[in-house]
């Protein structure tokens, strides 16, 4: 059989975690290959390395057997590898044909043609099964439609190996089934394909072999139809799943939802036809699911005052939450913590101490405490903390930046138990987190929950939903579809209803 | 001084990622000191080719030099931290300069030196408000605001010099105390208000916190708005005590005074080891390089270069620090990817 | 996927259809807000100082004054064009006036030894080298753009006095003076120029590969360098041209005058800048409008003209700019902000 890619014994690191360590791999013309792990497992690195966006350490990528070492993701295309990534990487002022055709222009002396990119993107677009002007502004699209834009990129490309990473996290139902058959389609004309979804069933449904990542290593390549999903969730987690422990039943959480703390109703979004209301009580984990754009991001952000709402009315414990600013969401008692714990959740350049304390309540303090910090009370704060959430750093004087994503999350969480808050909202509390911190900040959640916080999770991780939520519920497209209690909170309900597929719980269309 | 630098090194220390013990502090010290490494090996050249150097006068010339840029380069250092830039400073200092020259005929020095310090203020809340409230890039706001100031001081002077009479006005700020001229002590005590600002007050905390990530700092709740318009406060207090030594100096005021200033007080901060991209600061740094260029520019003038050079040299100087500091941080921010 | 319902996907279909028919209404919107703001920013001053100038301005429609006005946008335009490209890519070039001044300095002192069209273009030459210095400064040093050309500006600056000497360089070829001086059918030949050039740039802009990499570049970097566009490439470019735009005005500029200084264009960047912004080219990056550079430029040399005019000290055109730039800067971001928000879904 001939190989058309192959991977040899790829390192990478990163500060303080080795992403990769020694993985091998190779792929034959016409095998869909599917690449599963968990969150952290290295399925993401592997990928930047193959198009080209990072380096590894050590190790080769041959293409035809022949070594290569791809310095941009120019080189990685040139050598038949076209990627479709996980984040959107569209550029939203050019139109969709020159979107898909970026980098790759069909020119004639630099001037680009522009009837025949038309028509070829059309003639692309098409075979998605897409009805979409060519000349439309990607800033107009939705996200499921971005997301076939750059699928139809990658597909416009000359390729032998086509690497998916994630296609589906914003598609719904019938937009999955025609992708499944361009995969298959593609797979028959000869071409390799590496698709990565969370969706187990997805790997079942269309691929050959699965490969498995675990902590940077492959544990398993074998074909799909050696192995059952709990065999296959087995090895991605390296132990039995435990079914959860779920530390309550569906009573309790009537019990809890009695006494809401949160009342959010009728908040009215830009971008949204429906309202969004719903009631958190207090103690209760509140978890919410949908796919990509489904709205549950944006709810949170407006309840945070970092997006406007256009009308709608916010309680906490009965007191009205002037929608705002983050600065009089967190006054008001609420605190959110952003899925891009990067961007938006860490300040590199200050200690570990500094970014703990800096939402903290100050508003009692008298005299020179009111303007300058006391470092000697922030440091015993701080030791506290670290001992409480097990924070592995040295020294409160440590650079947040330095620390792998799991510490940096507990010094995040500190800075919200710090704040007083009594609505903890959370995106994507363990994106990026690795195994054993998962597992600590399940745990935090739970502390914090008993202690009497609202906690509301939004996340894409639907077996971390079904692990630690009370009730989760599922949006689609904006609108709430189905409300999950107790034991109906399962990885199988979450996902049928963020497709658009509503299979048990309430439903409320 | 010492109680300035011991904590600076301390926290240079603990900035160094992954390694404990005392060898970062070492390490730390070491960077500074090559910094005033060459600020000695060049003093000390100059005094081998232009022994003239070593005269109290000229020493006392390159220490009133080094105190206007260092007067300005801490409230640079602040802007800078907090991820921000005053281009205005020519106009900040003519404005503050010409309003303190005009009112002093009329009242005490300490009123007229107020006023100047008013006027800074003013011009700071101008500059804070537009990169505020009508989110203008901070370059681009101040870089507007450098010609407003300019033109509105044309216009109040009619283009002509202010001169400034009082002896006693002149005397407070020429004035040595033993060898060391008062501006250069005014300039020290304010390095350590600023170092102090920066780094023991929320007010520091917060300006450090969006000079580091200005996302995270709103969303943390901080008063990142108003803070900002804070910073250009101080900066424009810091521009006007330097306006007001260089009155005294110049025993006059008029629009032109501080012409192309702003290169010299950023390439002073950025050359002390400040990096653009805000975060984080060293005011020891700032003072290295205040002397650093004074040294520099004395130099250019005792060997008799034609001043058009000290364009060059200082553009120069600023694009290479600058260069050098990238090239360090990439590789540390390579280190801190994912 | 296996078990569904028919009704359910149906009322999945439903909503996306509607989600998606919501999103083409807003970006619609979002345009017409744009749109709408675009020709505030600019075709509504240019209109109304017109009509100023027209009624408040003694002999502001004499031959002279028009040549003068148009000649004036010429030059300023065909620097904003460069400008335009940098400013498109999210960058900023602060150091054209004294790129100006070095390549017309040296240009005029070429004219004088070797002739006018070898003079042209030894000057436009030395334009590209400084291009170059920026662009490389910006790329492979990694120095953000303004301090780059912040640092540069003094440079050229101090390299320009340096090479004049501090004394004027009177340019002795008149073949080469009388070249900006002329007109053809009555335009004045450096606003032919300055269209002809406009249209080029207009051309490489929005029709050619190298113009979608400059949207794709300063629109969503990261978008740039996953589809392996070589963006540092493409800056540099944008640099030399930039430099390369105020060369060719510099030359012009040089024809005009017939004498040049080291300290010709000072706070030219300004005015770029300004004209640039006004024009509708957004800070933000991505969004390059060639056309509106030509029109800010027409407008600014039409104020600095009417002022001069009606003898209004020089001081006050410094006061004039920084309001036009301050104007034109809070416009770009309400617009920005306009645009969001349609997009957004929020009407008000």
Redesign the interface.
Do not use: C, K
């Given at each position: 059989m001939t190989v058309v890619l192959e991977v040899r014994d790829v390192v990478q690191e990163?500060?303080?975690?080795r992403?990769l360590k020694g993985v091998s791999l190779s792929l034959s013309p016409g095998q869909v290959l599917g690449l599963v792990g968990e969150n952290g497992a290295g399925k993401s690195t592997l990928i930047r390395i193959l198009?080209g966006?990072e380096q590894p350490v050590s190790g080769t990528v041959l293409v035809h057997g022949e070594a290569r070492q791809f310095k941009?993701?120019?080189?990685?295309?040139?050598a038949g590898i076209s990627?479709v990534?996980q984040?959107?990487?569209?550029?939203?002022?050019?139109s969709v044909a020159?979107n898909i055709f970026?980098?790759?222009?069909l020119?004639s002396g630099?001037?680009?043609a522009?009837g025949k990119v038309r028509q070829r993107a059309a003639a692309l677009l098409e075979t998605l099964g897409m009805d979409l002007e060519p000349d439309?502004?990607i800033?107009?699209?939705?996200v499921?439609?971005r997301q076939m834009v750059e699928i139809a990129r990658a597909l416009s490309r000359e390729f032998d190996v086509l690497i998916m990473d994630e296609p589906t996290a914003a598609l719904?139902?019938?937009e999955?089934?025609r992708l499944h058959a361009i995969v298959e389609k593609l797979a028959t004309q000869g071409k390799a394909v590496v698709y990565v979804s969370h969706?187990l069933?997805?790997i079942f449904?269309i691929c050959r072999d699965v490969a498995v990542l675990r902590d940077g290593e492959l544990v398993l390549t074998a074909p799909t139809t050696s192995l059952d999903e709990t065999q296959l969730v087995e090895h991605m987690l390296g132990r039995r799943p435990q079914t959860f422990e779920r530390a309550t039943d569906g009573t309790a959480t009537d019990d809890r939802t009695a006494t809401a703390r949160l009342d959010v109703r009728e908040l009215k979004?830009?971008?949204?036809?429906a309202p969004f209301s719903l009631r958190a009580g207090r103690g209760e984990i509140l978890g919410l699911a949908g796919l990509v754009g489904s709205g549950r991001t944006e709810l949170t952000r407006a309840l945070?005052g970092?997006?406007?709402a256009?009308s709608g009315t916010v309680t906490i414990d009965g007191t009205a939450v002037r929608l705002g600013t983050?600065?009089d969401?967190?006054?008001a008692g609420l605190f959110?913590l952003?899925e891009d714990r990067k961007?938006?959740?860490?300040?590199?350049?200050?200690?570990v101490t500094?970014n703990a304390m800096?939402?903290r309540e100050?508003s009692s303090l008298r005299g020179r405490a009111r303007?300058?910090?006391a470092r000697r009370g922030e440091e015993s704060v701080f030791e506290k903390l670290r001992q409480d959430m097990r924070i592995r750093v040295?020294h409160g004087?440590?650079?947040i930046?330095?620390l792998s994503?799991g510490n940096q999350q507990k010094v995040l969480f500190g800075?919200a138990l710090l704040?007083g808050c009594k609505v903890l909202l959370l995106n994507e509390p363990t994106r990026?987190v690795d195994v054993g911190a998962k597992v600590d900040i399940y745990q935090l959640i739970r502390t914090l929950a008993d202690d009497g916080v609202s906690v509301v999770v939004s996340s894409s991780d639907a077996p971390e939903l079904a692990a630690i939520a009370d009730r989760c519920l599922v949006y689609?497209?904006?609108?709430q579809v189905a409300e999950l209690r107790g034991r109906d909170v399962t990885e199988e309900n979450i996902v049928?209803a963020s497709?658009?597929?509503?299979?048990g719980g309430d439903v409320h269309? | 001084m010492s109680t300035t630098q011991a904590p600076i090194e301390q926290r240079a220390a603990d900035q160094r990622p992954g390694r404990g013990g005392s060898r970062p502090a070492v390490l730390g010290f070491l960077g500074r000191q090559y910094l005033l490494l060459i600020l000695i090996v060049l003093a000390a050249a100059v005094g081998l080719a232009r022994p003239a150097f070593w005269n109290g006068g000229n020493l006392e010339n390159v220490l009133f030099q080094a105190s206007f840029v260092g007067l300005a380069a801490c409230g640079m250092t602040l802007l800078i931290a907090a991820g921000l830039l005053d281009l205005s400073v020519a106009g900040v200092i003519a404005l503050s300069s010409i309003a303190v020259a005009k009112v002093l005929p009329y009242t005490t020095i300490g009123v007229a030196v107020l006023v100047g310090l008013l006027v800074g203020v003013g011009l700071g809340v101008l500059n804070g408000l537009l990169v505020t409230y009508v989110r203008i890039a901070p370059f681009i706001a101040t870089l507007g605001t450098l010609y407003l100031f300019q033109g509105a001081s044309f216009i109040w002077t009619s283009g002509d010099v202010v001169p400034v009479t009082s002896f006693y006005f002149r005397q407070m700020t020429t004035g040595t105390v033993g060898r060391l001229p008062v501006s250069f002590l005014v300039f020290l005590v304010l390095a350590v208000l600023t170092y102090l600002l920066l780094n023991r007050t929320y007010f520091g905390r917060t300006l450090r916190a969006f000079g580091s990530n200005e996302r995270a700092a709103t969303l943390a709740g901080m008063p990142v708005d108003r803070t900002k318009v804070l910073v250009f406060v101080v900066a424009g207090i810091c521009f006007a005590i330097a306006g007001v030594f260089m009155t005294g100096r110049l025993a006059s005021a008029e629009g032109t005074m501080a012409q192309g200033f702003e290169m010299d007080v950023i390439a002073a901060v950025v050359v002390g080891g400040t990096a653009l991209r805000g975060g984080r600061a060293t005011v020891f740094g700032t003072i290295v390089g205040a002397l650093l260029f004074a040294v520099l520019a004395n130099a250019l003038n005792l060997l008799g270069i034609a001043s058009y050079w000290q364009y060059v040299v200082t553009g120069a100087v600023l694009v290479v620090a600058i260069a050098l500091g990238a090239r360090r941080r990439s590789a540390a921010e390579v280190r801190g990817a994912g | 996927m296996s078990d569904h319902t028919p009704t359910s996907t149906l009322v999945a279909d439903d909503l996306h259809a509607q989600e998606r028919a919501r999103s083409a209404a807003r970006a619609r919107r979002a345009a017409e807000r744009e749109r709408l703001l675009q020709s505030v920013g600019i075709v509504v001053p240019f209109v109304l100082v017109l009509v100023a100038g027209l009624l408040f301005v003694p002999n502001f429609t004499s031959g002279s004054s028009i040549t003068n006005i148009l000649v004036n946008a010429a030059v300023l335009a065909i620097t904003g064009y460069g400008m335009t490209l940098v400013i498109a890519l999210r960058g900023i070039d602060l150091s054209v006036g004294s790129t100006q001044a070095l390549s017309a300095c040296v240009a005029a002192a070429s004219v004088n030894e070797w002739g006018g069209l070898a003079g042209a273009v030894i000057g436009i030459a030395v334009a590209c080298v400084l291009g170059a210095v920026n662009g490389v400064l910006v790329t492979s040093l990694r120095v953000p753009a303004f301090i780059a050309t912040l640092s540069t500006m003094s440079v050229f600056r101090g390299l320009a006095l340096l090479f004049t000497g501090g004394a004027p360089i009177l340019i002795a070829s008149s073949g080469y003076k009388s070249f900006a001086t002329g007109s053809v059918l009555g335009v004045p030949v450096p606003f032919l120029c300055a269209v002809v050039l406009g249209a080029g740039m207009w051309f490489l802009l929005e029709r050619m590969r190298f113009g979608k990499h400059v949207v794709a570049v300063g629109g969503s970097p990261e978008a740039a360098v996953d589809s392996g566009i070589a963006v540092h490439r493409v800056l540099l470019g944008a640099y030399v041209l930039a430099a390369a735009t105020a060369g060719v005005a510099g030359i012009l500029l040089a024809s005009q005058l017939g004498v040049v200084n080291g300290s010709l264009s000072a706070g030219l960047e300004l005015q770029a800048i300004a004209i640039v912004v006004l024009g509708g080219t957004s800070m933000a990056g991505g969004r390059a409008n060639i056309p509106g550079t030509f029109i800010a430029a027409l407008l600014l040399a039409m104020i600095n003209s009417g002022l001069n005019l009606l003898n209004v000290p020089s001081f006050y055109q410094y006061v004039a700019l920084g309001g036009l730039l301050v104007f034109a800067l809070s416009l770009d971001g309400v617009q920005r902000r306009t645009v969001r928000r349609a997009l957004e879904g929020r009407t008000s």
């Open positions: 990163y500060p303080g975690v992403a198009g966006i941009g993701s120019a080189e990685s295309q040139a990627v990534s984040e959107f990487r569209l550029v939203p002022q050019l020159d970026l980098g790759h222009e020119t630099g001037v680009v522009r439309r502004l800033s107009s699209l939705t499921g439609d719904n139902g019938a999955i089934r969706h069933a997805e449904d979004l830009g971008g949204f036809d945070f970092d997006l406007a256009l983050s600065r969401a967190i006054r959110m952003s961007g938006e959740g860490i300040l590199p350049h200050l200690d500094e800096v939402s100050r303007w300058a910090p040295p004087r440590q650079l930046g330095n994503g800075r704040s990026g689609f497209a904006g609108r049928a497709v658009g597929q509503v299979a269309v | - | -």
